[in-house]
């Protein structure tokens, strides 16, 4: 049985339909791309995972348990699923280690002793010890985003979404960014990764979708998607990107 | 110019006036510091009332717009004559045995709490939404993520304001005067009044002004402090 399994969902923002009719299904341990241009719904779809918006219609089912009948516990269900932005989103009066511990002393009720421990060996993970007790504006954008991943890391989520995470950051940071998240894959963490990195996407995705304004238009293995396109509109899109020089 | 002099600077009249003003001001400081204590309380509640989402929430929030809207656009000098005369003609236990200070408090903690709720709404509106968002994907509870992530960039934010309404509550503790609190300007006038001589409001005046220029001075420095930081994270 698959881990994340999406039935026909669709979503409006007014009358503007962001998700249509969208099937998706991924399991424990995979890591899938979501591809697309802006404004294709990447990002809606990643925030009705966590209930960070609501589904007009259709069904999501995480971890054998169904989120979208209303009766779910949010702040339960958002435990074990880790989101990170791209605007990082830090805390700002918070210096890095109370960014990383605020999650497991607030909501999973950690030590305070213990949360600071463990975030101490994440922090070291992603080679960022030394800045423990800075504060975020002091740290540059790559090194924010890799605190951002951390944070949401110490919940432990059994999921991590993360939203085009790389997409605000200067061209030399990206790598120290995308170098932690290949590694995350290696330990083999299942993640829905929205992004514009098309040569990351191949090398880290098991599977890759390509969405075209609210709807999933091609979904298959990163070497049938970029060798071998099956819609024309895939065709296009991938097209454009080596145009630009991304791929 | 001799006759404005006698009348208003007379050093003598200082000098006679000072310990019974002084007397009346150090009421002032009590009733400003009570007073400040209950609406940085009352009004951070408040504010947080109003902004509580869900339909659920909405008498609340109407309850809450209705006090301020009341007692923003009631005088308090009318504030205090309802609370300090009225209230102890209701003769009903407890409200209406409270001393004239008391009073004082609750008038003036009624109308600054209702300033307040709005600085500090506008502090909290002006945490970016993405703040909420993170919080809460941590698995925060809405009262969690505005404890520890809202609220207290609120407040960092809202402090020269703040600070601004708490000379303004300094100033009007003199207002409660009309309800009989003998407090330094009732003082100044008793002595105005038997000595045919207005030294002793400068005097009380003279107090007031030692009192908020520190506050005025501090709150120019805070409001210094940020904007050299904004400008250093712009470069």
Redesign the interface.
Known sequence: MSFVSVRNVSKSFGDNRVLHDVDLTVDEHNVICLIGASGSGKSTLLRCL?L?ERVDEGEIVIDGQTITNGHVDV??L??K???V?Q?Y?????MSVIDNVT??PT???RVSRSQARETARELLERIGLADKADEFP?RLSGGQQQRVAIA??LA?EPKLMLLDEITSALDPQLVAEVLALVRELAQTGMTMILATHEMSFAREVADKICFLDAGVICEEASPEEIFTNPREPRTREFLARVIEAGRL | MHKVLQDFFSPHNFRVALPTVWQGFQLNLKLMVVAEILVLILALAIAIVRGLPGRGAAPFRALAIVYTDVFRGTPLILVAFLVGFGLPGLNMHVISTQSRFVYGVVALTLVYTAYVTEVYRAGIESVHQSQRMAARSLGLSYMQAMRYVVVPQAVRRVIPPLLNDFVGLQKDTALVTVIGVAEAAEQAQQYSQNNYNFTSYVVAAVFFILLTIPLARFTDHLIMLRERRERAQAT
């Open positions: 966590n960070l702040n339960a958002r435990r699923i880790g989101i932005f605007a989103n830090l805390f700002p009066h605020l999650g607030k909501v999973r504006d944070r949401a919940m």
